[in-house]
């Protein structure tokens, strides 16, 4: 005996529409758990509440997956002669601006961590060079 078929139009009532939300955004999350497991598929799933909190489950990194779908996506959006298109070409240096951003903002962040390092160090040195002299 089985469920009967569920009417698809909005619920009005907020408190059971929250409830269902949750209900069913959980039985999609454990699908595509199911799915990644099962098949070893790469799953991404990203579902944003009618509030507007976002909730996101990937079996594999959620950045790298969306990469790759924009490329799979982009490789699609070729031209007659099977040439990439400029639009796919702007997103692709986008997405490389972003990257370099990144590095550069780690590689300042370790370059005044080290510094930081080397001038107490070479300080407490120098500190005691003084003590030893005096003495």
Known sequence: MGRGKVELKRIE????????F????????????????????????LVFSPSGKAYHFSSHDMDMTIRRYRNEKGLHKMNNHGVRTIEVWKNEMDEMKKT????????KKYNNFVGIKAFGWRRSFITRDKRTQTT
């Not at 959980?26 to 099962?38: H, R």
């Not at 370099?100 to 590689?107: A, G, Q, S």
């Open 13 to 20: 009532n907020p408190t059971n529409r929250q409830v269902t």
């Open 22 to 45: 949750s209900k069913r955004r959980d039985g999609l999350l454990k699908k595509a758990i199911e799915l990644s497991i099962l098949c070893d598929a790469e799953v991404a799933l």
């Open 100 to 107: 370099i951003e990144i590095l550069e903002t780690k590689h």
